[in-house]
């Protein structure tokens, strides 16, 4: 298949998905009944189902599209999947609070009931409580996950998302012991269908968690690249994987190890040797500045499709990378050295000019031409300072609405640059980015 049919394959199965999720979030909403004895009461009615029989299947794609390990089996671009992931949990926490309050009014008029007052020792109550706390476990996940992310260490985080895993089955009771649509119409085998795969989606989360769907690879390979840096290499036990141009893995320093995401730095095809390059940031990636010849890892993926734009295109391409985000483009550059007709250009910002990754290996390029931009060496003869769009036409000589751009580095310089090129008239299916973290 050329690149082209593999992008509109991924554009695709977007659409597919898309489609999927609307068509089965409005499905339990078609076996409502609203015979109701006043018009307020239907739409109390209609308005608490919504908010609690949509939601459900918008958590339920949620959950799935969180886990890579199941998504990845159906769409190529894992970076969209989990955008989608964190969307449709904002709608979810938006949505749901429409139920508690129409579903309260519901009770109030037709049993003059208020089921917030909560006797815990009663079934009803109870099953009550369970949705309450569903609810309270979903709103904290949404503001942990957009307002306060920036509070949380990524493992803070991630242990406070394990909350999700109850929320889930705290859903499906709450809705199967009280909701009379399920329990009264033929929506009940449609729930069943939906928690099943609920269940799936747990089941192969954990297996994926204890590393029992990873790809068992070994070290060959430990060299230092820049200062703080060393790429290692690894090859495959037995079946290897083969990650394209741009293209990313998660990684795993044995069996059942933590897994980390890396962009692939080198790919041998005929041997299946998988390269990354880690720089000492954190405390894993200092640890394994230490790795030896030997070890045994394990690889996830590959997932992403960020480039793939990129080498469909014939317009002049402006690669733009910060420190460690250098790593996407370099199999990249390899490629485009060989397109002899196509303009390309990289942009590399360091700040020294001893942390410049792969830099032996740049300074032989000859059709895409590097320019290295350094913000903490005065001395330095060449370009000093920040990217910016004024350095970018410097060295482009023509309106930057010409180009395709691809982005990689830290959020602040990828977000600063993105805004000063849209202000500079370049549309955003022009620009593409990957942030490194």
Request: with cysteine; proline share 5%; net charge positive.
């Amino acid at each position: 298949m050329s690149k082209i049919g593999k992008l509109s394959k991924v554009n695709r199965e977007k659409k597919i998905v898309l489609l999927l999720i609307v068509l089965t979030s409005l499905t339990p909403l078609f076996f409502l009944s609203l015979q109701e004895p006043s018009r307020s009461l239907v739409t109390f009615k209609l308005l608490a189902k919504t908010g609690s029989l949509t939601v459900a299947v918008v958590l339920v794609w949620q959950f799935l599209l969180g886990f890579r390990g199941l998504v990845s089996r159906v769409l190529k671009d894992l970076v969209w999947a989990v955008d989608l992931h964190k969307k449709l949990g904002i709608m979810a926490g938006a949505m749901i609070l429409v139920h508690p309050v129409f579903i309260t009014f519901y009770y109030l008029e037709k049993h003059n009931r208020n089921i917030l007052l909560l006797n815990p020792a009663r079934l009803f109550d109870f099953m009550v409580i369970t949705g309450i706390a569903a609810l309270l476990i979903l709103l904290l996940l949404v503001v942990t996950s957009t307002v306060l992310r920036e509070k949380f260490s990524a493992r803070g985080w991630y242990l406070l998302h394990l909350t999700s895993y109850l929320m889930i089955p705290m859903v499906f009771l709450h809705s199967f012991m009280l909701g009379m649509t399920i329990n009264n119409s033929a929506l009940k085998w449609v729930w069943a269908g939906f928690a099943s795969a609920a269940v799936v989606g747990f089941v192969y989360r954990l297996f994926f968690r204890l590393g029992l769907t990873a790809i068992p690879y070994k070290i060959s390979e430990v060299q230092p690249v820049a200062s703080d840096v060393v790429e290692i290499t690894m090859v495959p036990d037995d079946k290897k994987i083969e990650p394209r141009i741009g293209q990313f893995i998660y990684f795993r320093r044995g069996p059942r190890g933590t897994p980390r995401p890396y962009t692939v730095s080198d790919f041998d095809a005929k041997t299946g040797a998988v390269s990354i390059s880690v720089k000492a940031a954190g405390e894993t990636s200092t640890a394994l500045q230490d790795a030896s010849p030997g070890e045994a890892v394990a690889i996830d993926g590959p997932y992403g499709v960020f480039t793939w734009d990129a080498v469909t295109d014939t317009r002049p391409l402006v690669m733009i990378a910060g420190g460690i985000g250098i790593t996407p483009f370099r199999r990249l550059i390899r490629f485009l050295e060989k397109q002899t007709d196509r303009t390309a250009f990289l942009f590399y910002g360091n700040k020294t000019e001893k942390e410049i990754i792969y830099k032996e290996e740049f300074d032989t390029l000859r059709n895409v031409r590097i320019i290295h931009v350094l913000d903490g060496e005065p001395e330095y003869e060449g370009e000093k300072g920040f990217i910016t769009t004024d350095l970018l036409e410097k060295y482009l000589r023509r309106d930057l609405k010409e180009c395709i751009f691809l982005v990689c580095g830290p959020p602040v310089m990828v977000t600063k640059l993105e805004e000063a090129m849209r202000e500079a008239g370049v549309p955003d299916s022009q620009i593409h980015h990957e942030l490194f973290l």
